[in-house]
């Protein structure tokens, strides 16, 4: 069974940093695109950033630009988000997601993880 698994979440002050790792498995993961979305009570999902298999494209949302560095190690099948200078409306349940291919911004992925939360205190 295809699992994504999010770890990483937790509690920090504004201005902090946090990593949250996604550990992919139960199939092969070549040429798959992989990235995060994140949905905070009340609101839409929203994309975040994602990243293609061979690392050649990566988009993120205007607003975590020069924030949020996605990255992955594909031998582990996992991808990170690092995630520096938090503020308190990056609040939300970071979820990662892959699919086969193309890069998107938009919800179409194959496979979700169930999310990890993240709060910004200020």
């Known amino acids: 069974q295809v699992q994504l698994v999010e770890s990483g979440g937790g509690l920090v002050q504004a201005g902090g940093s946090l990593r949250l790792s996604c550990a992919a498995s139960?199939?092969?993961?070549?040429?798959?695109?992989m990235g995060w979305f994140r949905q905070a009570p009340g609101k839409e999902r929203e994309f975040v950033a994602a990243?293609?298999?061979?690392?050649?494209?990566?988009l993120y949302a205007d607003s975590m630009k020069g924030r949020f560095i996605i990255s992955r190690d594909n031998a582990k099948n996992t991808v990170y988000l690092q995630m520096n200078s938090l503020k308190p409306e990056d609040t939300a349940v970071y979820y990662c997601a892959a699919r086969p291919g193309v890069v998107l911004t938009s919800g179409r992925y194959d496979y979700w993880g169930q999310g990890t939360q993240v709060t910004v205190s200020s």
């Open positions: 990243m293609s298999w061979s690392g050649g494209m990566i």
């Open positions: 139960g199939r092969t993961f070549t040429g798959y695109a």
